[in-house]
């Protein structure tokens, strides 16, 4: 079962002080099964409203639903995995692996799933290795087994590969999206990358900042697995590295124009006394 994801009049204020909020008026659907990236420049709220999704902070307004329960709090149906992999140093990649469902406590029952996870993610031979004698590329596709084991409905990807060396980082953006896929997991991934957003997912949402708004979106109407060297997928990557200049240009001239202001304003004053 996988569940759809509502992102209803979100706005969020870190703190009182702040003059705009951190996330403006965010509305967004995000229909079971459905692969969406959001893509931003560095500080528009990208993580923040990711881990609104996850449960693991409450906006200020507004709430983020899924499959009709308002989220609250984390849930082991909806997994979250980060830039770093956030293993435990001193456990076996299988037993990192078999971590949340330990934690469920139905590792028992499901013993299989993490060795078939494993085998999956390319680890069969690494299985009793110490996480530490892994390149970052395997302990990022041991936090990936980890996420896949408990079965969520939702996966929530924070920049996951771009610690990674290019190659590796472009065989696990195809696998994570084929598994999502396959397995109808909703996800949502957040990047700064417009070929990984191409790359993965069924819509691109692109996020403005100060204040932190939803301004556009992209269909990626390709099949996985994607071939990134036709000439469809390279047309869709330089639309929306237009789309996003266009939207950045007019933020920083719109950031130019209010410091203009603030200028004239100052000059005014001090005209006048
Ligand atoms: N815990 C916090 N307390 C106060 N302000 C925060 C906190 N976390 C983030 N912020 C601020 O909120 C804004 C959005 O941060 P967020 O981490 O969501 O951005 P982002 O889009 O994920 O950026 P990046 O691409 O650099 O990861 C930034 O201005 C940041 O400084
Ligand atoms: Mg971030």
Redesign the pocket.
Known sequence: MSSNIWISDITHY??KKQTSP?LDDINLTIPQGQLTALI?R????????LQMIAGLLIPTEGAVRISGHTVTKPSAKWNMMFQKPSLYPWMTVRENAALGLVFAGTYKQKKERVEELLDMVGLADHKDKNVQQLSGGQQQRVALARSLATEPDVLLLD?PFSALDAFTRSALQTEVAQICHDYGITMVL?T?DIEEAVAMADNVVIMNHNP?RIVGSMEVPLAYPRDRGTEEFGELKDYLFAEFEKIDQAKQAELAALEAQKDIQQTQQALAS
Do not use: I, Q, R
Request: net charge neutral.
């Open positions: 870190y703190n951190t931003g560095s500080g528009c709220g990208k993580s923040t409203l920049e957040v700064h932190g």
